[in-house]
């Protein structure tokens, strides 16, 4: 169940790496096979290649700066959802 | 003085990016939002001006402005901190700035209320607007982001948030009554989801809180695009006189 608790990312990826990983893992096993490689989300930027993600492609992005300790600002929020979620059992 | 309850609308929609949901390609989101602005304006006998596809290019645009002179100018596709695209990622509307802008034309939205669906123009193009008298900018910094995955409760969310700020508007809502709407109107998707227990939420929340945060509105705040009372105001008074 969701938590209503405010959750500092920056520090806990600092700190528990590992343990955000985890809740990151669990997040991504929910997922149908069937939309991993769909796009999720999308901007409507001008550059010429619009930018869009995929399921796997916002995991890979996020493990690979889980284990680097640097979640960008803006990527902070979806963690800290992830977190709430995902991440209860092993606080 | 433009005229009131009169709007110009550019929707581009070409195959710009797949993404396999609702739609083929990520524009036909706009264009889907669009239509249902377009169609309420007409229902609300707003003089719409819609230039659609090959029609929203930047001689088009510039005429229709120049022609019908309206107040309000809608716009739906991808932007930059100075520009906003029309067909096939055209140049439409761009003041001098980050990306390349050979022939600003940016007072063209002089003494106007401009809604834009599309990233970043409130960073350049929304401030050069207002400096040049342009009377209020609804836009975003630096991001507008949609999940494309089809549900009443997902994708359909950002029609109805963006649908629903242009037609608080033709509503007769003042620019700074429709951008409190769009506030909350993301606020309340935002609680929505954090009831929500799927593997969707962590996304969603991120990208409407994303959204909420980067909408921007620049200029007046009790500007209006239309002469009559809102349809509140009406029935209040109707009420009254009976």
């Not at chain 2, 083929?24 to 229902?43: C, H, I, K, Q």
């Not at chain 2, 520009?83 to 990622?89: A, H, N, P, S, V």
């Not at chain 2, 959204?211 to 109707?238: M, P, Y």
């Amino acid at each position: 169940m969701r938590s209503k608790e405010k959750i500092e990312v920056g520090k806990l990826v600092l700190e528990r790496g590992e343990y955000v990983k985890g809740a990151v893992d669990k997040w991504f096993k929910e997922i149908p096979k069937e939309e991993l490689d769909k796009p999720v989300i999308a901007a409507f930027g001008q550059e010429l290649k619009p930018i869009t993600y995929t399921p796997r492609e916002l995991y890979e992005e996020l493990k690979g700066e889980i284990k680097e300790r640097k979640v960008p600002k803006e990527r902070e929020a979806f963690v800290s959802e992830i977190m709430k979620r995902y991440g209860e059992a092993e606080k | 003085m433009t005229r009131l309850d009169v709007g110009v609308f550019a929707r581009p929609d070409w195959p710009d990016v797949p993404v396999y949901g609702r739609f083929e390609y990520l524009m036909d989101y706009l264009f889907w939002t669009g239509n249902e602005v377009v169609s309420y304006a007409r229902s609300m006998n707003l003089n719409v001006h819609d230039l659609k596809r090959d029609d929203a290019t930047r001689e088009k645009v510039e005429d229709e402005l120049r022609g019908a002179d309206p107040v309000f100018f809608f716009h739906a596709s991808h932007g930059g901190d100075n520009i906003l695209t029309g067909q096939g990622m055209s140049n439409l509307i761009c003041c001098p700035g980050l990306h390349p802008c050979p022939e600003p034309n940016h007072e063209v939205l002089s003494d106007r209320v401009i809604y834009t669906l599309s990233c970043s123009s409130a960073k350049e193009l929304g401030p050069a607007v207002i400096e040049a008298n342009g009377i209020s900018y609804i836009g975003y910094l630096p991001l507008l982001w949609i999940v494309v995955l089809e549900g009443d409760d997902v994708d359909a969310v950002f029609k109805d948030i963006w649908a629903g700020g242009a037609i608080a508007l033709i509503d007769g809502k003042t620019t700074g009554e429709a951008y409190n709407w769009l506030r909350r109107r993301y606020e309340y998707w935002i609680s929505y989801w954090e009831m929500n227990p799927g593997w969707e939420a962590p996304i969603m929340i991120w990208v409407l809180q994303a959204d909420l945060q980067n909408l921007k509105l620049l200029g007046k705040r009790d500007a209006r695009i239309r002469s009559t009372q809102t349809r509140v105001e009406s029935k209040i008074e109707e009420e009254v006189m009976s």
